[in-house]
């Protein structure tokens, strides 16, 4: 069975800009989580989508969005890039919504210059 | 924010020696998970422990809940240069699902 996918796996963006980022779940997996690594922070919970409907939001501000396809493809969106949103994003599926264990994938570096 | 708080925050041992690393959070869970990340990328999953359970066994790891105290340890035992890594706990909260993670130790295996 393919693991978690992310695309792309590198992106070099300059501020103001705004950028879109794309996981593909583990075949059967209807809950995808998104998370953003930063030295600084950690892991830090952005969303998460479960059948298309947003369940969770972690502490960001609006310009990160998501959303959730009926094949449970998910994307995110930065929008009007800051230097502060240079981080790995990863991505995570699982078969439920909780109560089991998260897949996931290599991760988007994305540098803001 | 960040529920978990891990220590220590970086361990350096020789290969063959055990490992153990803890984990501290604060609410009440429904489930506690430890995963690995190799430098710079994805995290694997290694064991989920239910709030029910007290200890639980995959391979060469071994962990612990003492949910009075609000605290897990990871036990690595037989290290090998292959562990070297980071690991993270991973709290998920009863009626809020989404995983909060820890602060990470960073394992290095001395060969």
């Known amino acids: 069975k393919a693991g978690v996918t992310q695309t792309p796996r590198y992106l070099i963006k300059t501020r103001g800009q705004q950028v879109t980022l794309s996981c593909s779940p583990i075949?059967?997996?209807?809950?995808v989580s998104w998370y953003q690594q930063t030295p600084g922070q950690g892991l830090q919970f952005l969303f998460e989508y479960f059948s298309e409907t947003q369940r969770n939001k972690g502490n960001f501000p609006g310009r990160f969005s998501g959303r959730q396809f009926s094949n449970s493809r998910s994307e995110m969106n930065v929008s009007t890039l800051e230097l502060g949103d240079s981080a790995l994003y990863l991505c995570a599926s699982r078969l439920l919504a909780g109560g089991n264990e998260q897949f996931f994938g290599p991760g988007t570096r994305l540098t803001v210059l | 924010s960040q529920q978990g708080e891990e220590d220590p925050q970086a361990l350096s041992i020789q290969e063959g020696e055990n490992a153990t690393m803890n984990c501290s959070y604060k609410?009440?869970?429904?489930?506690l998970q430890w995963y690995r990340q190799n430098s710079g990328r994805g995290l694997v999953h290694l064991i989920l422990i239910r709030s029910n359970e007290r200890e639980k066994h995959s391979g060469r790891l071994r962990v612990t809940l003492d949910t009075s105290k609000k605290s897990s340890s990871l036990l690595i035992t037989a290290s090998r240069a292959a562990d070297t890594a980071s690991y993270f706990c991973a709290t998920e909260d009863f009626g809020n699902e989404k995983l909060t993670f820890g602060t990470g130790t960073r394992l290095t295996i001395i060969p």
């Open positions: 075949s059967g997996h209807r809950s």
């Open positions: 609410t009440s869970i429904n489930n």
